[in-house]
Nanobody
Framework: QVQLVESGGGLVQAGGSLRLSCAVS????????MGWFRQAPGKEREFVAA????????YYADSVSGRFTISRNNAKNTLYLQMNRMTPEGTAVYYC?????????????????WGQGTQVTVSS
């Protein structure tokens, strides 16, 4: 079992950038598929991006593809989400997630462990 702690959220203007981090502890970080999800007020939690532990293959939601980049530093046990050209639709609580067997990377139920979330607010 791993523990996940997100950081890096805050207020950013539309068009700006922000980088989220997720510190992983408690188990072998390299054995997990890692993902980022977000939940806006009144909406379902939705997939943002994921990265596999073998090969580092990345997956993105269509809404963020080309603007967001997910990466991981296995030596530092840290997951990142670089968010560029942000829009007000990106305002949400962003969650880091980890899964040992994740077939459909975009399905939140396939992830075993979640962080507490970090608030991101994009002003127009």
């Amino acid at each position: 079992q791993v523990q996940l702690v997100e950081s890096g959220g805050g207020l950013v203007q539309a068009g700006g950038s922000l980088r989220l981090s997720c510190a992983v502890s408690g188990d072998t970080f390299m054995a997990y598929t890692m993902g980022w999800f977000r939940q806006a007020p009144g909406k379902e939690r939705e997939f943002v991006a994921a990265i596999t532990w073998i090969g580092g293959t990345t997956y993105y939601a269509d809404s963020v593809s080309g603007r967001f980049t997910i990466s991981r530093n296995n030596a530092k046990n840290t997951l990142y989400l670089q968010m560029n050209r942000m829009t007000p639709e990106g305002t949400a609580v962003y969650y880091c997630a980890a899964g040992t067997v994740v077939v459909n990377k975009k399905t939140k139920s396939e992830y075993d462990t979640w962080g507490q979330g970090t608030q991101v607010t994009v002003s127009s």
